[in-house]
């Protein structure tokens, strides 16, 4: 998938800021002697002339500053956390006791009322809460910082 494609599929429309931007990715080829001015003004009018992503990739694909830009795919979305794992792992421990005592009491004793549930809805109820703080606060906060050093990165280029 190249980067242009991240605007949707190949057929999608193209507008001004990202003719300008493409531009200077033919400017700089010029400039580094990867294509000459003939050819630049070739590509100038076909880029100018695009209006969807698919036909402003064709004058671009060729060009190493073009590959650089492909390499520089924005990141995977980022999974979870490692700490939100263990979390979930450290409950199971206490839920996964408490439920195997009440079972043994329950087959050697008979009817006994639920007390593990005093055990596990505290603790699911706080994963849960850190789960979805981490997931809605600290995650979209997280990609965003992400998004800015990719944005930084590409413009010193």
Do not use: C, H
């Not at 400039?31 to 036909?55: F, M, N, P, S």
């Not at 402003?56 to 694909?61: H, N, P, T, W, Y």
């Not at 910082?145 to 990165?153: D, N």
């Amino acid at each position: 998938m190249s980067s242009l494609e991240r605007y949707g599929d190949r057929e999608t429309r193209i507008g001004t800021p990202e003719r300008t931007a493409l531009t200077e990715i033919l400017r700089a080829a010029v400039d580094q002697d990867y294509i000459d001015l003939d050819e630049y003004e070739k590509r100038v009018d076909v880029l100018l002339a695009a209006k969807t992503v698919g036909e402003a990739e064709v004058v671009l694909s060729d060009l190493p500053a073009y590959q650089k830009v492909l390499e520089a795919q924005e990141p995977e979305p980022m999974g979870s956390p490692d700490w939100i794992k263990w979390l979930w792992f450290g409950i199971s421990i206490p839920i996964g006791i408490n439920l195997g005592v009440w079972l043994v009491l329950l087959f050697t004793i008979g009817a006994v009322y639920f007390w593990p549930a005093w055990v596990i809805v505290p603790l699911v109820v706080v994963a849960t809460a850190l789960t979805a703080a981490e997931r809605g606060i600290m995650r979209p906060a997280e990609e965003r910082r992400r998004r800015e050093r990719l944005r930084r990165k590409r413009n010193q280029r």
